[in-house]
């Protein structure tokens, strides 16, 4: 009698950790989102039809305030500083006042700073669908619809099959959106000067960082196939030169399209020291030190880096008044644009445009000082332009802010400066900001210039 008490307990043990496995085998193939292929022919084929070439609707909507797609902006005879919509006067301004009568159409963080500063407004100017691509980067999305996939570990980790445009521009779940996001189309490669600077909580404005960058993105070189960009969407060199203290700092990044399999890589070169080292991953929740650790490496460019440490929901699409056309903030002084609590709204200019919402909580398993994040991405460029972000208690946390800029002469529209609020401690970031001509597309660099070596001869310049 014993011995078969014993063989029952040992066999209630035994079914216990099987469904413990199955279980986990459901949470790890529901992270999956069990996408293993692009969607149908037929579905891609509305690509050319009520979809526009990257997977926006076609329509304006049924109140006529947003227009129909009719192939964006890309008259570069006007340049990107001769802004084309400059001469145009806002519909209407939303205030505290008002601020409730448009609460479907606002982020989180948008109603939270009109509930605290009485000064705090959005001014609303017609809207213009003027996102355009290269017919190239259109030819790539089409074929991307039907081949691109999840890497070996699933969407939450990577993307397979796909390159040079956008990756689902037909998607089905939450990851499909976020990676849209990550490999929206900047361009082939870009040099530019960044600077970030942070507004303190009692109001005081000081310069974080400024520095001379080079970045590829071997996702979109020309020639770029599924396999020849070898792992790494994105490629960074930043040289700091300002402050003083910080002049000379270095660090390459690589980004990756698949964390599982390739990791991300980084090296950084301090003053004084003529040998590069392995640095800590870029990325996730780590302080982002060009913003004097206000605000998390995963935050720029609204949001970046790996998304395997949240479950991304799809929430669906809404209409949202965001930054768009924002070419005159770029031309504008930082003491212009910059007030002790907030940005200089007659420096914005928002337009009513349709969203993705995705919104982010915590994977199992995973830990992150953001646990639980909402994230709106524009549907004719696939750029995060607004982020809510909550604290462990459930709180809003954070507010983080795109500004979107009109480059005719490529065409394209990129994502610009943004501001990140943190509406617990107070003051903001002022980051990613370049001035007219401060940012140039350019023919992919070789190789070399994202080596742990050409890192190293900076040193000796």
């Not at 003027?130 to 980067?137: D, E, M, N």
């Not at 969407?233 to 698949?258: C, I, M, N």
């Not at 929430?315 to 007030?339: D, F, H, R, T």
């Amino acid at each position: 009698m014993r011995r078969l008490q014993l063989t029952t307990s040992a066999l209630r043990v035994r079914a216990k950790a099987a469904t413990r496995l199955i279980l986990l085998a459901i949470v790890l193939g529901s992270r999956a989102n069990f996408a293993l292929a692009g969607v149908s022919a037929q579905e891609a084929a509305k690509l050319k039809t009520t979809l526009t070439p990257t997977g926006a609707e076609r329509d304006g909507n049924k109140a006529g305030t947003i227009p129909a797609w009719t192939g964006g902006f890309t008259d570069s005879a006007h340049g990107n500083a001769s802004f084309p919509y400059g001469q145009e006067k806002p519909l209407f301004t939303i205030t505290a006042a008002n601020a409730a009568h448009y609460a479907n159409n606002l982020p989180e963080g948008a109603k939270e700073l009109f509930r605290r500063f009485p000064d705090y407004r959005m001014n609303i100017y017609p809207t213009h669908r003027s996102a355009a691509l290269p017919a190239s980067i259109y030819d790539s999305t089409f074929q991307n619809a039907t081949r691109a996939h999840a890497a070996p570990a699933g969407l939450p980790y990577g993307v397979e099959g796909a390159a040079g445009g956008i990756p689902f521009p037909i998607p089905k779940t939450g990851f499909e959106v976020v990676w849209n996001h990550l490999l929206a189309y900047w361009g082939a490669a870009r040099e530019a000067r960044i600077s970030t600077y942070v507004a303190s909580p009692r109001g005081t404005i000081e310069l974080a960082s400024t520095y001379d960058e080079v970045a590829d993105f071997p996702y979109y070189y020309p020639d770029a196939t599924p396999t020849s960009f070898n792992g790494y969407y994105f490629k960074t060199r930043h040289v700091e030169t300002a402050p003083p203290a910080r002049a000379g700092e270095s660090y390459l990044a690589w980004q990756p399209s698949d964390t599982a399999t390739y990791k991300f890589a980084a090296w950084r070169l301090l003053p004084g020291q003529h040998r590069v080292r392995r640095a800590p991953s870029l990325s996730y929740d780590i302080p982002d030190s060009d913003a004097s650790g206000f605000e998390n490496l995963d935050e720029y460019y609204i949001y970046f880096g790996g998304p395997d440490r949240y479950d991304f929901k799809l929430l669906g699409k809404a209409e949202m008044y965001i930054p768009y056309n924002n070419n005159k903030l770029y031309s504008q002084p930082v003491s212009e644009v910059m007030g002790p609590t907030h940005a200089n709204p007659d420096d914005l200019r928002y337009e009513l445009h349709r969203v993705w919402v995705v919104e982010g909580t915590l994977a199992p398993g995973k830990h992150h000082v953001v646990p639980k994040r909402r994230l709106y991405i524009d549907e004719d460029t696939w750029l995060a332009v607004y982020s809510d972000s909550w604290n462990e208690d459930g709180k809003l946390w954070k507010f983080g802010q795109a500004t979107m800029y009109l480059m005719p002469d490529v065409p394209a529209v990129i994502l610009g400066s943004q501001f990140v609020y943190d509406l617990d401690l107070g003051g903001y970031v002022y980051g990613f900001v370049f001035k007219d001509g401060g940012y140039r597309i350019t023919a992919p660099h070789p190789a070399t210039t994202f080596s742990p070596d050409a890192l190293a001869a900076l040193s000796t310049r």
